[in-house]
């Protein structure tokens, strides 16, 4: 699961490269669509906030609006040091030593 969020507009080309591009690095974001009437308080934030273009993106340590692949890059790299690898964790019981 993915903290990161794609408010995204129907038929934008934009929105559509930003998720790809997520999906591409291994990060399924969480998609709305900014034309659905439940998400009309968030399109007026958004754009009371001074956003004029979609997507718009949120992350637990950044937002923007429009196609960034900076910001995509930076985001996806944060998820990666946050989200750390199966391959690392330690596992998930213990061994009794005391035989």
Not at 35 to 43: C, G, I, M, R, T
Not at 49 to 72: C, F, N, Q
Request: negative net charge; charged residues 20%; glycine residues 6%.
């Amino acid at each position: 699961m993915s903290n990161i969020t794609v408010w995204a507009a129907p038929h934008c080309g934009k929105c559509e490269s930003t998720i790809s591009f997520f999906k591409g690095a291994g990060f399924s974001p969480n998609v709305k669509d900014l034309s659905a009437p439940e998400n009309l308080d968030k399109l007026k934030e958004i754009k009371a906030a001074g956003h004029r273009e979609a997507p718009y993106v949120e992350t637990p340590t950044d937002s923007w609006s429009g196609l960034r692949p900076d910001k995509i890059a930076e985001a996806i790299a944060v998820e990666r040091t946050a989200t750390p690898s199966p391959a690392v964790q330690p596992p998930s019981h213990a061994q009794d030593l005391s035989a």
